[in-house]
């Protein structure tokens, strides 16, 4: 017996040549209960079905779409999927979560994941659909914008398809590509260089069956209460700006990331800031699928057109990058759309970058600070992957640190090669030990550690005991809501979120799950990702922050000194892997791995 | 006799605590000082919690035996003298010896002091730092003012000494120890303090209920308040001047609930909803959304 919201099957499709097949992979109950889906489920899966030490980008790689119990309920906010692969960016395990249609679609093939291998012999899109899959020959659509690429095997198959789809970047293996879907992008980690790798432009989806739940008349009515709940004061700031709403408030407590993490407040962010542009430019609010909350603010670009801003694109095409001028922020931002790269790597990148060109480490003199023309110079650089400096961005900051060599390491801004996303370490710094202990590296949403220090919870400049504990709290609460999956945007709305998060999948599953049971399911999942990162090669050196958050202090506007040193993260991040029961390496305890099930 | 410490490591690691001594009869007054209302709260609070801004050490408050104290800052210890009625100095080597281990020095004041203003306490503290000394004695409005502050922890035992000897004044201590004065020019050379504190009300106490009313009747300090993001409403962005004498006052006068959909941050540094936090002047508060995902 299946337990509500699940098939309990995954489907492996193998590419290779000109045809594609799928094979059911059974999914045992207690798998599923014990990593509920999303990016839990995808982390089983990699465990399961990814070669040891296995080439992100090599044809044997696997890269699973996986969805979750709620996709396909009324529950708000929980039509989104987790795409998860080795990262060619990191190495390690990477996952990254999106919102469309394309997830309750593609859990309607009958199927609570879709796991890709094998490579096309010439670029292709891939169709999945409950009756079979098929591998169609594309090559037209190379080189082709990923909305375009969208739209165009939209007309080609017909209505009734859901698609995501890689633009140039992805195929030329730029290694933080986005997978895009309905101007969504799964962007953290290169995803879209991992589907490119496999010569597939495209996957579309087709619905083709139901899934029961297990208590519908639960379902329904939990689903009208959250509703309403996502209306409140909770989701507020969403609602009426946005994420971009945290711009102008942080340059004001001065975790605003700002020319390449040497400052941590920027002139400029008032012409960034969502309170202004909402009066000026401000067109539409959009949401995702199945949500309520509707986050998404559209903004009229000079000259026409419109442009969706989020605050992490901002920060990292702005102030990252010393541009204050939004034009150049919203081009830069739409190029990265078109492009179908992640914006974050791809700010970070380029601000190490204007760096190391003011250092004298890189010789190309039009690559500077606040110039807005240059980033969008860069930008088509790195899609092109054009010899040179797009050869050199396309492998983020910390391949290319190992190029160009002196110090340039030191201020690449990344954790495990992934970029710094726009929360300043020094000022944050429950946030700096989340984000160096992360399985998928520096990030802000599989770690809210900020919310601790944003909180006045705990000292945020003076790192400590508590600062653990607040960090080890929100993986924990990220891990859940990213398998089960509901939107984060939402946390603020549950008053005892394990209590009825543990409702929430009782009513669907019919399992009788409470909330030290899902507490377990937290660690298990943390567990998980960091068990598969030592088995690719990761250590306790990966989990650190890059030396000029540790040696260089950083005055905030209050004219206080910010201090993270090495010895204060280095007790914090002891503390973690004590709290966690890992032993002073960061190694799993032998003992915890049967918990995994790992063999089953 | 001459204390032996140093404080070389005060100047750039060491700690320096916050001791409020909160004894003391209050007989000119009639009622118990620490208990006097100051705008919601009470004096004690908000010395407690002023000194909590300045310090990044601990917070201590030094009561008689057996005081009967009003609600403090959540982070504010308290210790008991042992023996009442001999005197502020007796005050200050417990407070001292009670954060010895924690803090190389310790801005000490009385209970009474409404309108110390952080930018002083700062000021006694650099020039704690600045010198080679066991003692930074201000000069200000005329008079010394050893309730206003810096004491190197080091003393706790020599002013303990000193006590159990009967000698209960000041100048006894001052005579056994270096000590460095600081006055009114010298004060007032720092830009902050001679712009929100030029007549160095700092070092005021209240004695008398016609000095407390007074004092109470006075209006709060102008401080500035900006909201942020979603708490911007349409005519309402950029910073507002307005009289509060707390951080629940200043979000009351923009007509923004400290409820757990907002923080706001003092200064662009502490961050905080504590409605009772004691406010100055020239300060800015920043009201965000408490939820800072993105």
Known sequence: MVPGGYFGQALVVDVAGESATGTPLQLDERVLRAYLGGVGLGTWLLHRLAPPLVDPLAPEAPLAFVFSPLVGTPLTTSAKFAVVAKSPLTGLLTDALASSQFAISGKLTGNDAIVIRGRADVLSVLLIASDGVRLVPAPELAGMGAAEAEETVRQAHGRGWRTAAIGPAGERGVRYATISHDGRHAGRGGLGAVLGAKNIKAVMVKAGTRVAVADAASVLAAAKDLRARSFGPATKKYRELGTLANLLAFNAVSTLPTRNFTSATFEGAPRLAAEELQEMRHVARNSCASCSIGCEHIYRRAGGGSQRMEYENVFALGPLCGVSDPDDVFAASARCDELGIDTISAGGTIA????????????????????????????????????????????????????????????????????????????????????????????????????????????????GEAHVEAAIGTEDRAAVMDSMILCKFLRGVFDDPFTEWAALLSSVTGWDIDAAELHSTAQRIVMAKRVFNQREGATAADDRLPARMLETPLEMASGRVASLTESRLQAMIDGYYAARGLDESGCADPADLDDLLLGQ | MRIGARFVDVHQNAKAAGLVLAGGRSTRMGAPKASLE?????????????????????????????????????????????????????????????????????????????????????????????????????????????????????????????????????????????????????????????????????????????????????????????????????????????????????????????????????????????????????????????????
């Open chain 1, 352 to 463: 190490w970058a204007m760096e190391c060109v003011e250092r004298g480490l890189i010789d190309e003199p039009w690559l500077r600070f606040g110039d807005g023309t240059a980033v969008l110079r860069a930008l088509d650089a790195i899609g092109e992957r054009a010899p040179g400096l797009g050869e050199l961005l396309a492998q983020g900051s910390r391949h290319a640190a190992g190029v160009v060599g002196g110090n340039s390491i030191d201020f690449a801004p990344q954790v495990k090669g992934l970029e710094l996303p726009g929360y300043e370490p020094r000022t944050l710094q429950a946030m700096a030990l989340g984000m160096a202990v992360n399985a998928r590296g520096a990030d802000h949403n599989r770690s809210g550690a900020y919310e601790a220090d944003m909180s006045g919870a705990v000292d945020r400049l003076d790192g």
């Open chain 2, 38 to 294: 100051w705008h919601g709260s009470t004096l004690l609070h908000r010395a407690a919690a002023l000194l909590g801004r300045v310090v990044d050490g601990p917070v201590v408050v030094v009561a008689a035996p057996g005081q009967s104290l009003p609600e403090l800052p959540s982070a504010a210890e308290v210790v008991e003298d042992p023996v009442e009625g001999l005197g502020p100095m007796r005050g200050i080597a417990t407070g001292l010896a009670a954060v010895a281990d924690r803090a190389s020095a310790a801005f000490v004041c009385s209970t009474d002091m409404p309108f110390l203003h952080p930018a002083f306490v700062s000021r006694v503290l650099r020039e704690f730092a600045a010198a080679d000394t066991d003692v930074v004695l201000p000069t200000a409005r005329g008079f010394r003012q050893p309730l206003a502050a810096v004491y190197g922890t080091s003393l706790a035992g020599l002013i303990a000494d000193l006590a159990s000897e009967g000698e209960l004044r000041p100048g006894m201590l001052f005579e056994h120890c270096r000590v460095t004065g600081i006055d009114d020019q010298q004060l007032l050379a720092d830009s902050v303090l001679a712009r929100f504190d030029p007549d160095l009300e700092s070092v005021m106490n209240l004695n008398s209920p016609d000095e407390y009313e007074a004092a109470r009747a006075r209006p709060p300090a102008e401080v500035a308040v900006q909201c942020f993001g979603a708490l911007a409403t349409a005519g309402h962005r950029g910073p507002r001047t307005v009289r509060a004498a707390t951080l629940g006052a200043a979000a009351e006068a923009v007509d923004v609930p400290l409820d757990q959909y907002v923080m706001a941050a003092l200064n662009g540094d502490l961050m905080t909803r504590d409605p009772h936090l004691p406010l100055v002047a020239g300060d800015t508060v920043a009201l965000l959304s408490a939820d800072a995902g993105g």
